[in-house]
């Protein structure tokens, strides 16, 4: 036999691998590497670099791996690349990152990781890491010092400040911070004078954190992913978990196994449809008639839960009409493709194996209607009675590992820390917290009106700096970008970007590695590079998609010369004049302490900070947890259930004493009350069906009391476990809780701190503590959910076309929005625009939406320089339908022109497949490098670049932003594609 | 004739299906001996001392994680 | 006795490459050298499945029996290794496996091939164990350490299964019969024996 056989000259190539490759006909976009090792032998001599040794503390050649020296320590710390936060145990050697080990302890994760997890020891070792402050000096970039760059931005900062007003400089944040960076983040530009700032989620979820928010109560992921085993069917609509969230698909393989029904619903054939029961292929953005489709069989079989909508829910008959009306089987086929009997046979699915659940991400949150969209899938949830119930909910899928925690406590720019906004009473709480005088933050800002408006969203800036000065909602034109954290190569219109890089008179980035953004513009200076540490050479918490809250230990020390950013807020802060304010010293008293790092550097203590955070986030319950216990639950997380994240027994932590008896695994929040209240957190939002202090509860009183006459309060009977009031409620405050009686209950100075208060700015929690511990009612009240959101474009969510859409005989049916003239700061075109494009389809017929590779995250620039990471992914490629690439004459892994209507073109590798349905196309927005064919490789500082550069799908993407929270349309615009 | 079988097999399943071929005969007929360095073996590791039960244990104890049935199936789940 | 295996469960793998970077993290492999890789079929279609694949550590290795310098060796627990010291880079490994599992660092700069690596079920080599000579010709030692190997501990759906062949077997066993349906082990009968399949309850 062939396998037997010793002799070369008769060994065939037989190999079992070969073979599938011959089978398979195409080549996948792992192509390369299945090259390497399997076709035609050569590629298995990989012609590169020796076996390499990064454990640089221990060199010698031979001894064993463990020096005697040596001392070991194991650190846990969170994976950085996706909000599923998988824990990771860290082993360290003399201050060297030697081994990475999986925590099976984990609830979350099981010890399970996907490529990005399984790499992240890399990160500390960084060889493509930015290593010191750098600036741009006659178009090259020089090594400067610390104490020079910080000198000279603050004095060009001061001086913008003082030519052009706090509002000529963007801050654009970051969903990589932890909560206690990105809180203070928001504090160092409140304390700058500006609400310019923002971060990813602007550009993620920010059309579902307005949306969910508005329906029911909180913007955030009702259950988790843990919970999904509960689920007996999950429908994912917009959402490739296996790519975007590799690790949940633990969780719903195994809830498949156990018979759960899996749905996926979505224009690509996604890994994660490989793994459904159900596949629906929808045209891009065409959401709403499908989600109204089901609906319609669900009114028309009468499958919604009559008596929850009674109770629970407000506007349902609303929804019906307009379902009724315009979303019959025919109408919706035409819009989004579907034909009848695969959308009933969906709703029947999702009705029949209650509790269901709904995922998303998104694909339903970046269009220029995200917040109809979503708001559409929480009325499908809402008509099926699936929210607030185990198994059941929304379950929104956040992107970077702390962008729900940097929603709820960070770099809004329309919203101080917890969602509090930015009206007088909300500045008059923070500046309380921050034991700061009012007045003064009041001075900082240009006026007090510019202190209580929105600023400009991190999608947009762009316009602040390019549109004409008299169409703008503020004083001067944006002079200065600030990058800290934060990609430009995810944001839209490309070309506009570069040349609003190129017209600011300062440019700052701060970040872990140069990022795109060094070398995207062409300038000859005017540009600073300052290196930020990562989340593994700092400590803080950070918060999961399931708002669960983590402690990162401080794996290793900051590498090469960078500093942790809340360092360098604080240097700035101290540079600026306003140290003292910045960490709340005043009357003897000072919130957060700064210690001097052996580097020579100043830091505020985390854990003070975290501190100050849980003193004033009441609103979302950021309050009970506290670093302590955050740390226990991080050392005992084998204490935690994993289907109901709960620990039931006695569990006491060794360090600190604390029992761990009722917590739920990271204290979800809410977790309202004071730590010693010893609120469990919530596992599952509205869920009426627990006692509030065991992590229940009911829909948001936050809208009124009452709409066209009708009540908004929760019906008789509809309230949470053991509540004493039974009824209705609304949010308690100092008047109510007089007129129940219950003020007696507060101490006296829970009663002075309440006085005049509601539990959101009680600092004392007394109100909270006494409705929830005493008569287990919920503080914010017990109201409906709206269907219907009376405050928004749309009250009843509608279908309209994308501004540049395939079909000019659906826009004329389905138009956008009117321009609206000032939103958020700037001019927004809708129909105008929409109107001029109305035919542009003839010359840019294929749709060109994008999405996410497991292998990088967000704009990618840390993890394309990654090299086990890049070695996975080497080149930016389209998906093309086999169809369209013939009429094209393109050939599979060829490079290919994708011209959009903005006249930018990018050069990437065709990729055909039929993952994508003909008319669409489909490109990762992970790459950047390029700029429309040529390798920007020279312009990064040296041997800073990304090992893998590409060109960025974006740098092709048109205008469209949504038309309540300025979310960008990535997921539907149009392209041609030719051979290049 | 094997490789013709085996790419059948792949094309027509949707499951991969290579355990249909298990009639192959893969014994390898050719009698070796090992000729490099001498290893150590995994249980006369420091840890364990030679005790082969205790390595296998603590194997067995490991292997555990890898089935997350023992810490989700609703069986065991605690309420 | 343990007797050490793999199992990919194609049901559940979802080619993250979890795995491949496992890998790669733990032994600190080089670019260009795959101990671990995905292998897809119907990519992008319908019955799209994936199956992580690395050295088999087959029954009757066919690495071994065509290896002209002899390095390779079986350790008690079914474990195939090989003498970096001996071996010579002929290649003939690499042609004789089914599983395309041999791999070849280039050593100079003129394309001569290295020395055969391959996945070693994160077992070391024939050198003292934990050593630097260990580390840097194999890759650590985990099996020693009473671990199994990082490719199947990262494993982010728990597809990829690794360790004793009757543990493994049992925990792939329960999954099928949740799911009331047969799967195949990728590789098993051609890596092991057709008798172990069929035991660990899987239509063949
Ligand atoms: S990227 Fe997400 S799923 Fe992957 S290891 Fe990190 S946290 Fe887990
Ligand atoms: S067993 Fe170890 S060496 Fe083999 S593929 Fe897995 S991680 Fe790599
Ligand atoms: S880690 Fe697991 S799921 Fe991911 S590719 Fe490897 S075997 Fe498949």
């Given amino acids: ?980 | 004739m094997i490789r013709r079988k085996l790419a059948v097999t792949l094309i027509g399943c949707a499951v991969f299906a290579l355990a249909g071929c298990g009639e192959i005969d893969q014994k390898a007929k050719v009698e070796k001996v090992y000729a490099g360095k001498k290893d150590t073996r995994a249980a006369e590791d420091a840890r364990f001392g030679g005790d082969r039960k205790k390595w296998e244990t603590t194997l067995a104890e490991r292997s555990k994680a890898q089935n997350e049935y023992l810490r989700t199936d609703p069986r065991t789940e605690t309420k | 006795m343990a007797r050490m295996k793999f199992i990919c469960d194609a049901e559940r793998c979802i080619e993250c490459n979890g795995c491949a970077t496992a890998c790669k993290n733990e032994h600190e492999v080089p670019w260009g050298v795959n101990r671990r890789r995905l292998i897809t079929v119907n990519d992008g279609k319908p019955g799209e499945r994936s199956m992580s694949v690395a050295c088999m550590h087959c029954s009757d290795a066919p690495c071994m029996a065509v290896c002209p310098v002899d390095c390779f060796y079986k350790t008690e627990e079914g474990v195939v290794l090989h003498d970096k010291d001996l071996c010579i880079g002929c290649g003939y490994c690499f042609y004789a496996c089914p599983f395309g599992a041999p791999q070849f660092p280039q050593a100079g700069a003129f394309g001569l091939r290295g020395k055969m690596d391959k996945c070693t079920f994160c077992a070391g080599g024939p050198e003292e164990n934990h050593s630097k000579a260990e580390f840097t010709k194999y890759g650590r030692n985990r099996i020693a350490e009473g671990k199994l190997p990082a490719c199947a501990e990262m494993c982010s759906t728990k597809a990829l299964l690794a360790g004793d062949g009757a543990v493994i077997e049992s925990i792939y066993k329960t999954r099928v019969q949740r799911r009331g349906k047969g799967d195949e082990i990728w590789g098993w009968a051609m890596a092991y024996k057709r008798g172990d399949a069929v035991a660990a309850g899987v239509k063949s």
């Fill in chain 1, 1 to 980: 036999m062939l396998l037997t056989k010793k002799s070369a000259g008769q060994v065939q190539k037989s190999t079992f691998a070969s073979t599938i490759n011959r089978a398979v006909g195409t080549v996948d976009r792992r192509a390369f590497l299945k090259r390497s090792g399997m076709v035609a032998g050569a590629g298995a001599f990989a012609s590169q670099l020796p076996f390499s040794m990064m454990q640089k503390a221990n060199a010698a050649s031979s001894g064993p791996m463990v020096a005697a020296d040596g001392k070991m320590e194991i650190k846990r710390t969170v994976c950085t690349h996706c909000s599923v936060g998988c824990a990771v145990d860290a082993v360290v050697q003399n201050g060297v990152w030697v081994r990475q080990e999986p925590v099976f302890d984990s609830p979350l994760n099981l010890g399970a990781h996907c490529a990005k997890g399984a790499s992240v020891r890399e990160h500390g070792h960084g060889e493509h890491r930015l290593k010191y402050p750098m600036k741009l000096v006659n178009g090259k970039y020089q090594r400067i010092s610390w104490d020079q760059a910080m000198s000279e931005l603050t004095e060009k900062f001061l001086a913008l400040r003082k030519s052009s007003g706090p509002d000529s400089v963007y801050w654009v944040g970051s969903s990589k911070h932890n909560n206690e960076q990105a809180y203070l983040m928001r504090k160092f530009v409140s304390m700058f004078g500006t609400n310019n700032t923002d971060h990813q989620a602007r550009i993620c979820h920010s059309t579902t954190v307005a949306g969910v928010a508005n329906t029911w109560g909180y913007g955030a992921m009702t259950n988790s992913y843990n919970d999904m085993q509960n689920a007996k069917c999950a429908m994912y609509i917009g959402s490739n978990a296996a790519e975007a969230h590799p690790v949940s698909m633990l969780h719903m393989l195994h809830a498949k196994e156990t018979g759960a029904k899996m749905i996926v619903v979505d224009p690509r054939f996604t890994r994660t449809a490989a793994k459904a029961d159900q596949f629906v292929r929808i045209r891009s953005g065409s959401d709403i008639p499908f989600l109204f489709g089901m609906l319609y069989h669900i009114f028309n079989n009468g499958w919604e839960d009559k008596k929850y909508l009674n109770d629970r829910v407000f506007g349902m008959d609303k929804i019906r009409d307009e379902v009724m009306k315009k979303w019959n089987p025919k109408a919706v086929e035409e819009a989004c493709g579907v034909p009848e009997a695969e959308v009933y046979k969906v709703a029947e699915t999702m009705a029949m194996n209650r509790p269901s659940t709904v995922v998303w991400c998104m694909g339903q949150t970046q269009h220029t209607i995200g917040n109809a969209m979503v708001r559409a899938s929480c009325i499908l949830q809402l008509a099926l009675g699936n929210v607030g119930v185990s198994g059941g909910g929304t379950n929104i899928f956040r992107g970077h590992d702390n962008v729900q925690g940097a929603t709820d406590v960070g770099p809004n720019p329309d919203s101080l820390p917890g969602y509090y906004g930015l009206a007088e009473g909300s500045w008059k709480h923070w500046a309380k917290v921050w034991n700061v005088d009012y007045d003064w933050i009041k001075g900082q800002y240009a006026s007090k009106a510019m202190m209580e408006k929105p600023g400009m969203t991190v999608s947009r800036w762009i316009d602040g700096v390019l549109e004409k000065n008299e169409l703008i909602d503020q004083d001067s034109n944006l002079k200065a970008i600030v990058y800290w954290g934060h990609a430009p190569n995810s944001q839209t219109r490309g070309l506009e970007m570069k040349k609003a890089m190129e017209t600011v008179e300062l440019m700052v980035i701060i970040d872990p590695y140069p990022t795109a953004s060094a070398a995207m513009p062409d300038r000859k200076d005017g540009v600073y590079l300052l290196p930020a540490a990562t989340q593994f050479e700092c400590a803080g918490s950070c918060t999961a998609s399931n708002r669960s809250i983590q402690w990162r230990e401080k794996v290793i020390e900051p590498l090469f010369e960078s500093r942790p950013d809340h360092a360098i807020m604080y240097d700035f802060a101290k540079r600026m004049g306003f140290a003292d304010q910045f960490v709340g010293k005043r009357d003897g008293k000072q919130n957060i302490a700064v210690v001097k790092v052996a580097a020579g550097y100043e830091e505020p203590v985390v854990e003070d900070v975290l501190r100050e955070i849980n003193k004033g986030t009441w609103t979302i319950g950021y309050t009970g947890q506290s670093p302590e216990r955050l740390k226990a639950h991080m050392r005992n997380m084998d204490a935690f259930d994993v289907r109901t994240l709960r620990c039931t027994k006695d569990v006491i932590d060794k360090e600190t004493g604390y029992n761990m008896n009722g917590d739920y695994f990271g204290l979800p929040w809410p977790c309202y009350g004071t730590p010693e209240m010893k609120h469990p957190g919530s596992p599952n939002l509205y869920d009426t069906s627990k006692h509030v202090m065991e992590g229940g509860g009911n829909f948001r009183a936050n809208f009124g009391v009452e709409r066209d006459g009708v009540s908004l309060l929760a019906e008789d009977g509809s309230h949470s476990l053991g509540a004493d009031i039974t009824t209705g409620y609304p949010e308690f405050d100092h008047v109510l809780m007089k007129k129940l009686g219950w003020w007696a209950e507060l101490t006296e100075a829970e009663q002075k701190a309440a006085e005049g208060k509601n539990w959101k700015t009680d600092l004392s929690g007394g109100i909270i503590r006494v409705a929830m511990k005493n008569h287990g009612c919920h503080p914010f009240g017990n109201a409906k959910a709206r269907a219907v959101v009376w405050n928004f474009p749309d009250p009843v969510p509608i279908h309209r076309e994308p501004i540049y859409s395939p079909r000019p005989d659906l826009v004329a049916k389905y138009p956008s929005h009117d321009d609206r003239k000032a939103f958020w700061r700037l001019p927004t075109l809708y129909k105008s625009v929409q109107e001029k494009n109305k035919d542009i389809s003839k010359q840019f017929p294929l749709i060109l939406t994008s999405g996410r590779l497991v292998e990088y995250e967000g704009g990618g620039d840390e993890t394309r320089s990654n090299p086990w990471l890049a070695e996975l992914q080497q080149e930016n490629f389209v998906e093309i339908n086999p169809k369209d690439a013939e009429s094209r004459g393109i050939k599979n892994n060829q490079f290919v022109w994708v011209q959009s209507p903005t006249g930018a073109k990018i050069k990437v590798k065709s990729q055909i497949t039929e993952r994508v349905a003909s008319g669409t196309t489909f490109i990762p927005f992970h790459f950047a490098g390029w700029w429309q064919g040529a390798d920007l490789l020279d312009k990064y500082p040296n041997g800073a670049a990304p090992i893998v550069r590409g060109e960025a799908v974006n740098t092709a993407t048109t205008y469209g932003y949504d038309s309540v929270t300025m979310m960008q349309e990535t997921k539907t615009t149009l392209c041609q594609v030719v051979a290049a």
